[in-house]
């Protein structure tokens, strides 16, 4: 496992800022791809200890993720009446302020887009949106595949065949988060005991996303160098996640927690608008087929252990997500 005591000589851990005062510090495990026979281990470790990592050496191109990020920028600049001529939700497309329909709201607005649809706002913005989101499938099969490997069990693609799949039902999503200066007057939930320095002494900052778990299998996410990114560890303890926008953070997803008979952590998050700067993040979201079957893995399965929830499609349960808010506990609903 690994351990909070272990910064000094492991360079792969980075500290966090605690948000509470249960404990200093955090360490987010990091990845490196480079070297895939420990990576596959350390994945493991950080699935249950965490339910979260950044990953570095990930083999997506640089370039390919700035000209993407440009175009969002462009995207979202926009004035809000030419905003809104493109592709208003239905549930996908843009947003503002709204998240979801059952009365969530955050500092926010959104594209959200399914991964084999991009109509926004031209031919370029299209094109390097499908590139990236097959890179980052690709880099979501890498990495499903060595989680199958340190898990020890076969076949290897058992977790990435869902992705891989030509049904697979992904989402791709850009959000943007204005800066929030006069943050005593700005309406809406609160996160907890949080300050910073931008934030001390000013009032309580504005959420731009609220707490949730990500329902699909597996998240792939990164932004640009703004922080605001917040995880909840196992004993309900927040961190602020420091930005790295060079580098991917993977989030195990309520279908993972699942499937490893909750020995993987579904990660609860959030995000903090800043004061001064915007922050925008791409996210994927890789999910299987519509009508893939979901239960805990028979190989997960320890003898006496039983299984800790009931079989369900994914449309079952991504219909079960457009009926709850943000924070509630999805999963309970399928627990035995």
């Not at 920028?73 to 996908?92: A, G, R, Y």
């Not at 499938?137 to 977790?159: F, H, T, W």
């Not at 640009?224 to 195990?252: E, K, M, R, Y």
């Not at 996210?283 to 079989?311: A, C, N, Q, R, T």
Request: glycine residues 6%.
């Amino acid at each position: 496992m690994v351990m909070l005591s272990d910064i000094e000589s492991n360079p792969l851990l980075e500290i966090c800022p605690s948000i509470s005062n249960k404990t200093k510090y955090t360490r987010i495990p990091i990845i490196d791809l480079a070297c895939p026979q420990d990576a596959k281990h350390l994945i493991v470790n950080a699935c249950q200890d965490y339910g979260f990592f950044k990953v570095i050496n990930h083999g997506v191109s640089p370039l390919l993720v700035s000209k993407l990020e440009k175009e969002a920028i462009f995207f979202f600049n926009m004035s809000q009446s030419e905003k809104d001529q493109h592709v208003p939700p239905n549930p996908l497309g843009y947003g503002k302020n709204k998240i979801g329909p059952n009365g969530d709201e955050g500092r926010v607005e959104y594209l959200l887009l399914s991964s084999s649809n991009f109509p926004t706002n031209g031919g370029v913005f299209s094109s390097l949106a499908k590139e990236y989101v097959e890179e980052v499938r690709k880099l979501g099969c890498s990495i499903l595949e060595l989680m199958a490997e340190g898990l020890e069990i076969e076949p290897k693609n058992v977790l990435s065949r869902m992705l891989s799949d030509d049904n697979a039902d992904t989402v791709f999503r850009l959000n943007h988060y204005p800066p929030c200066v006069n943050l005593e007057s700005e309406p809406g939930p609160n996160p907890d005991s949080y300050t910073n320095h931008r934030t001390m002494n000013r009032g309580r900052p504005t959420i731009g996303f609220g707490e949730h778990t990500d329902p699909q299998l597996i998240t792939i996410a990164r932004s640009n160098a703004t922080s605001g990114l917040q995880i909840c560890l196992a004993d309900g303890t927040w961190v602020a996640v420091p930005h790295d926008d060079s580098s991917f953070f993977i989030n195990v997803d309520d279908l993972l927690q699942v499937m490893t008979n909750g020995r993987f952590r579904s990660v609860k998050h959030r995000v903090v608008a800043d004061s001064l700067k915007s922050r925008v993040s791409m996210i994927y979201f890789g999910g299987p087929p519509l009508m893939e079957k979901i239960s805990p893995l028979d190989s997960l399965i320890e003898p006496g252990e039983e299984s800790m929830y009931h079989e369900f499609t994914w449309f079952e349960y991504k219909s079960c997500t457009y009926k709850t808010r943000l924070a509630d506990n999805r999963l309970s609903l399928f627990h035995k």
